[in-house]
T-cell receptor
Framework: GDSVTQMEGPVTLSEEACLTINCTYTATGYPSLFWYVQYPGEGLQLLLKATKADDKGSNKGFEATYRKETTSFHLEKGSVQVSDSAVYFCALSDLGTGGFKTIFGAGTRLFVKA | SQTIHQWPATLVQPVGSPLSLECTVEGTSNPNLYWYRQAAGRGLQLLFYSVGIGQISSEVPQNLSASRPQDRQFILSSKKLLLSDSGFYLC????????????FGPGTRLTVT
């Protein structure tokens, strides 16, 4: 079945450091890929997405490229801020037996220190 | 605009008692609906999803069930709760295309004692 694997956290960085959170997936079809973010005390919200191979999703300085050959969708940011502290979830959306479904990874907690 | 509601926000129930969590969506029609459980340190686990009234797909066999009696209403139930059912339950909706993002409700914190 479909699955998403992302690097375990927590990840602790200093402000202005570079961030990479690895995400790989297994899917039977041609999924769309997403990164969701959960800020402290808030609900999950979409950060960025890519719907086909080689697409790059970007938002708020974050970006991720859909790599079909390596089945990966790594999240990157060149310079993190304290306000980026949150839990980040990689996810895929694919066609299941009962319709479209979305599978999430375990989440990676990011702490950014001033 | 679309909004998604869940209630109750928190719930404490004894082992063996029944459960009913409700989710409703406003401002859209024929949404795909989802129930997830978020356990500490374990991410989001998809429990059920539905593409229409009365159509339920289960991802994980367990003592929970789901129903969709109306287009924008999704209910998560159990006849007898287990300690392991404790967690944070999230309802979400999306459009019916694979690239559509999901929109999440505020969640219900369930503690089974």
């Amino acid at each position: 079945g479909d699955s998403v694997t992302q690097m375990e956290g927590p990840v602790t960085l200093s402000e202005e450091a570079c961030l990479t959170i690895n995400c790989t997936y297994t899917a039977t079809g041609y999924p769309s890929l997403f990164w969701y973010v959960q800020y402290p005390g808030e609900g999950l919200q979409l950060l960025l997405k890519a719907t086909k191979a080689d697409d790059k999703g970007s938002n708020k300085g974050f970006e991720a490229t859909y790599r079909k050959e390596t089945t990966s969708f790594h999240l990157e940011k060149g310079s993190v801020q304290v306000s980026d502290s949150a839990v980040y979830f990689c996810a895929l959306s694919d066609l299941g037996t009962g319709g479209f479904k979305t599978i999430f990874g375990a989440g990676t907690r990011l702490f950014v220190k001033a | 605009s679309q909004t998604i509601h869940q209630w109750p926000a928190t719930l404490v129930q004894p082992v063996g008692s029944p459960l009913s969590l409700e989710c409703t969506v406003e401002g859209t029609s024929n949404p795909n609906l989802y129930w997830y459980r978020q356990a500490a340190g374990r991410g989001l686990q998809l429990l059920f999803y539905s593409v229409g009234i009365g159509q339920i797909s289960s991802e994980v066999p367990q003592n929970l069930s789901a129903s969709r009696p109306q287009d924008r209403q999704f209910i998560l139930s159990s006849k007898k709760l287990l300690l392991s059912d404790s967690g944070f339950y999230l309802c979400a909706w999306s459009g019916d295309r694979v690239g559509n993002e999901q929109y999440f409700g505020p969640g219900t914190r369930l503690t089974v004692t």
